[in-house]
Nanobody
Framework: QVQLVESGGGLVQPGGSLRLSCAAS????????MGWYRQAPGKQRELVAV???????NYADSVKGRFTISKDNTENTVYLQMNNLKPEDTAVYSC???????????????WGQGSQVTVSS
């Protein structure tokens, strides 16, 4: 089983910054894609940013230029640096990982516990 432990959410004023962290563990797994999704009240979950093993990244249009996803491969930790936050960024942010158990062919999806990010004055 892959475990994803998140940290870094909280309350911030508009224009402020936060950094989310997600540490993945699972010694018998090969972790591929890692990223972040978010879900605001009354809305569907949406992709925020993902990072492929080779370093390719993909961002939601609404966060391009403001959010940056990065990964520490030695620690299997992915970060989401969020700058110039807006009230519409308020949501529960969940870490995501696609991982394959070493004795299996197909990967599976794993989710963190979710971190509340609230942008408000």
């Amino acid at each position: 089983q892959v475990q994803l432990v998140e940290s870094g959410g909280g309350l911030v004023q508009p224009g402020g910054s936060l950094r989310l962290s997600c540490a993945a563990s699972g010694s018998r797994y090969s972790i591929n894609v890692m990223g972040w999704y978010r879900q605001a009240p009354g809305k569907q979950r949406e992709l925020v940013a993902v990072r492929a093993p080779g370093g390719t990244t993909n961002y939601a249009d609404s966060v391009k230029g403001r959010f940056t996803i990065s990964k520490d491969n030695t620690e299997n930790t992915v970060y989401l640096q969020m700058n110039n936050l807006k009230p519409e960024d308020t949501a529960v942010y969940s870490c995501y990982a696609q991982a394959r158990r070493l004795d299996r062919l197909s990967p599976e999806n794993y989710w963190g516990q979710g971190s509340q990010v609230t942008v408000s004055s």
